[in-house]
């Protein structure tokens, strides 16, 4: 066989497929949020996705528990197309509090519904558990609805960049290679694909130098912030007997997981809408990269392994799960965090702490701990650095890792996505570059579309 280092690919043309507005790669929450709000201002858009389903994490990953949209007043501050969204799913397929409830502290509520996951330091939340089939349908009705083009089976691996601007994107598919053309592109890959392959400059926390291909900066030391897993849903468990057992017996319930946590087995399988049904959004892996191609066999194949001997003591020792089975693992492997933007504004803890309102903002986050006021956001950490025609959206935005552990949860990349969505299509239509948009117009637009924003 010849011993070649490298291949030399020979150049080729591309057929460009289409000519848009707004294209928008990835169609996680933050991408769906984007193209759907862009469309809805008028812009012709165009989202691609690599799957065959949107939801990104929220739906493929399994991450179904849907973090808090209101404050520590029970106000829902992400609201928008958050609210429009979960709307369009069936009531059976929410597992969460009534709206009356949002904001109380009587404990014998905040109990009921902390285990329920919709209760946090001691006050009743708005952060439903959502089956994921039906937030899939309820993603791509809401984008059909409003006009956007979807593209699914078709994987962004090229930027076309000319000089300092995006001109579009080149994806794979079972079409071949072809190219998408558009006056803004906006990368919610939530890994930050298309910004790193138009070689716009990337921050990354890690663990291992040598497994990153971009040889960014590495800042942080091991959190739950880099842990890799497959999530899997089980069924044939009686979640009603297991929190009367948790409930009731609290000293064997705490002896068991003890010995299960030693095993490496997590001791927290997550409510459902279905009482039948139960979630691990585990076994989690430290020190590997989402960017690293046999990292990620690793995670789905230890995680598998993993996943066994979950099931194998779960079934011997915890009541409510001698009759489990497994459903299914997640179609998404699920990563927290990869390559984030650098941007013209970085999102950093000093400003939100002190209660800092941007006066680029454009939407508003709860803040994750209540000493804090609710936290704004600037469109500056969704335009790159330099790049022109660009934006980005989701867990891929520029930020302090301390601002990103909470600004990466679904709610906030619904958030970020309607944002530059609607900064997208704002620029477009006024023939400015998005550094150049101007913030009021946004504000009033997506004021419009019930995006709750601190007065201006
Ligand atoms: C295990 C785990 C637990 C979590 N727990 C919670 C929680 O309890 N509550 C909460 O709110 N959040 C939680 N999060 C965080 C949250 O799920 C993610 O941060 C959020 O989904 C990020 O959204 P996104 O749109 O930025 O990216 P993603 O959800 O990752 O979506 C990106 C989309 O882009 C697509 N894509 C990627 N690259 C390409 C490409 N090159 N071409 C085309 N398409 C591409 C992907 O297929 C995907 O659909 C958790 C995350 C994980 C992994």
Request: contains cysteine.
């Amino acid at each position: 066989m010849a011993e070649y280092e490298t291949i030399h690919e020979p150049a080729r043309e591309t057929p460009v497929m289409r000519r848009c507005d707004v294209l928008v790669v990835g169609g996680g929450p933050a991408g769906c949020a984007a193209a759907s709000s862009s469309a809805a201002v008028g812009a012709d858009t165009v989202l691609v996705e690599r799957y065959g389903h949107l939801g990104g994490m929220s739906t493929g990953g399994f991450v179904i528990w849907i973090d808090r949209m209101t404050d520590w007043d029970g106000n829902q501050v992400i609201s928008g197309y958050a609210r429009d969204l979960i709307d369009l799913v069936p009531k059976d397929a929410i597992l969460g509090p009534p709206d009356d409830l949002w904001g109380s502290r009587d404990s014998r509520v905040v109990d009921y519904w902390q285990e329920r996951h919709n209760a946090y330091q001691g006050t009743v939340t708005w952060s439903p558990t959502i089956d994921p089939e039906m937030l899939k349908i309820a993603y791509m009705e809401l984008a059909l609805e409003r006009g956007v083009k979807l593209i699914l089976h078709a994987w962004g691996v090229e930027a076309v960049r000319e000089g300092n601007e995006m001109r579009g994107v080149i994806f794979e598919s079972k079409s071949g290679r072809q190219a998408i053309l558009a006056d803004v592109v906006v990368d919610a890959t939530g890994d930050g694909d298309i910004f790193a392959l138009a070689k716009a400059p990337v921050e990354m926390d890690a663990f291992d130098p040598s497994k990153d291909p971009d040889g960014a900066d590495f800042v942080i030391p091991a959190t739950i912030h880099d842990r890799m897993n497959i999530s899997c849903r089980w069924g044939g468990v009686d979640m009603e007997r297991y929190r009367e057992f948790k409930r009731n017996q609290a000293d064997d319930h705490r002896a068991i997981m003890s010995r299960g946590t030693k095993m490496g087995v997590p001791d927290r399988p997550h409510m459902m809408p279905r009482d039948d049904m139960t979630l691990f959004m585990a076994p989690k892996f430290s020190g590997y990269s989402p960017l690293n191609v046999e990292d990620l066999t690793t995670v789905e194949i230890e995680g598998r392994r993993r996943m066994m001997v979950m099931l194998d003591f779960y079934r011997k020792n915890v009541p409510g799960f001698e009759r489990a089975w497994v459903m299914d693992t997640s179609p998404q492997i699920g990563t927290r965090h990869s390559r984030r933007l650098k941007g013209a504004k970085r999102m950093v803890s000093e400003e939100w702490k002190a209660g800092k309102i941007q006066e680029d903002e454009v939407g508003v986050s709860p803040s994750p701990n209540r000493r804090f006021p609710n936290v704004s956001l600037p469109l500056g950490c969704l335009i790159p650095e330099s790049l022109d025609n660009m934006l980005a959206a989701g867990r891929n935005l520029s930020s302090d890792p301390a601002s990103h552990s909470f600004m990466r949860e679904i709610p906030q990349c619904w958030l970020m996505g309607q944002a530059a969505g609607v900064a997208a299509a704002v620029a477009v239509g006024n023939g400015v570059s998005v550094r150049n948009v101007g913030v009021a117009e946004v504000r009033d637009l997506l004021s419009k579309q019930g995006v709750y924003l601190n007065a201006g």
